[in-house]
C-alpha cells in the first residue's frame, strides 16, 4: 500500500554523500521528506545496481528515482539537491515536469546542461 505524502520533498545528496547528509535540514519540517541513497552511495551499493557507467549515467539516475517514487506513489513532489543532487533535481524537472514542482539547487555545476 502507498502512503499518503504531505507535500513531499525528494532530497537528493551531493556525490560521496548519503540521504542523511540532508537530514538536519528538514528536523521540523512539517512536509514528508524522502532522503535517497544515490547509485553506489551510502546504503545504495554495487549490489543494488552493477558497477557500470551506465548505472551512475544522469539518465539512468533519473530513470531510478523515478521508478523508485512511481512504486512507492509519489506523483508529485518538490526537490531540494546540494550538488550532484541538484543537477539531478534539474534533470528530474526537465524530465517530468508535471510531477517536479519546485526545485531548489545548491551548488550545481550547470557546464553542459540544456
Known amino acids: 500500500s502507498h502512503k499518503n505524502f504531505k507535500k513531499p520533498v525528494v532530497a537528493l545528496h551531493g556525490l560521496f554523500g548519503t540521504g542523511r547528509d540532508l537530514e538536519p535540514l528538514f528536523v521540523n519540517s512539517s512536509r514528508d521528506v524522502l532522503l535517497f541513497d544515490l547509485a553506489c552511495h551510502g546504503r545504495s551499493g554495487p549490489q543494488d545496481f552493477g558497477i557500470s557507467e551506465d548505472v551512475l549515467s544522469f539518465d539512468a539516475q533519473i530513470d531510478s528515482l523515478l521508478n523508485t517514487l512511481d512504486r ?21 524537472k526537465k524530465r517530468a515536469p508535471s510531477r517536479v514542482g519546485k526545485v531548489i539547487a545548491i551548488s550545481a555545476n550547470l557546464d553542459g546542461y540544456d
Open 72 to 92: 512507492a506513489g509519489v506523483e508529485r513532489f518538490d526537490v531540494l539537491g546540494y550538488s550532484l543532487g541538484a543537477r539531478l533535481g534539474m534533470g528530474l
